[in-house]
């Protein structure tokens, strides 16, 4: 069993910043490809940015590349969204997921382990 915690969400003005980071504890003998997605209300859960197991390889969806930055401590299965210039379309809540093809754009239904999700609110 693989659990998988987020933190660092909350409350911001458009154009500021917020780092959200990703822990996975347990059966983590192997190091994982990992990645954030989000779902804002009555949409479905969106790709957002994917790092692969060595941390060499990065891919971001359009709507955040060159605001996001996806990071990982090397050889851990602990990541970071680091997400700069936020605007009010970035509001959804956000999850780590944990154990998926590192590719753009990865695929929610091929993630194996999903955190709780946590809420990232921009306001205007």
């Known amino acids: 069993q693989v659990k998988v915690v987020e933190s660092g969400g909350g409350l911001v003005q458009a154009g500021e910043s917020m780092r959200l980071s990703c822990v996975a504890s347990?059966?983590?003998?192997?190091?994982?490809?990992m990645a954030w997605f989000r779902q804002a209300p009555g949409k479905e859960r969106e790709f957002v940015a994917t790092?692969?197991?060595?941390?060499?390889?990065?891919y971001y969806a359009d709507s955040v590349k060159d605001r996001f930055t996806i990071s990982r401590e090397s050889g851990k299965n602990t990541a970071y969204l680091q997400m700069n210039n936020l605007k009010p379309e970035d509001t959804a809540v956000y999850y780590c997921?944990?154990?998926?093809?590192?590719?753009?754009?990865?695929?929610?239904?091929?993630?194996?382990?999903w955190g709780q999700g946590i809420q990232v609110t921009v306001s205007s």
């Open positions: 997921g944990v154990d998926l093809p590192a590719r753009k754009p990865s695929i929610a239904a091929e993630v194996n382990n």
């Open positions: 347990g059966r983590t003998g192997s190091t994982y490809a």
């Open positions: 790092i692969s197991w060595s941390g060499g390889a990065t």
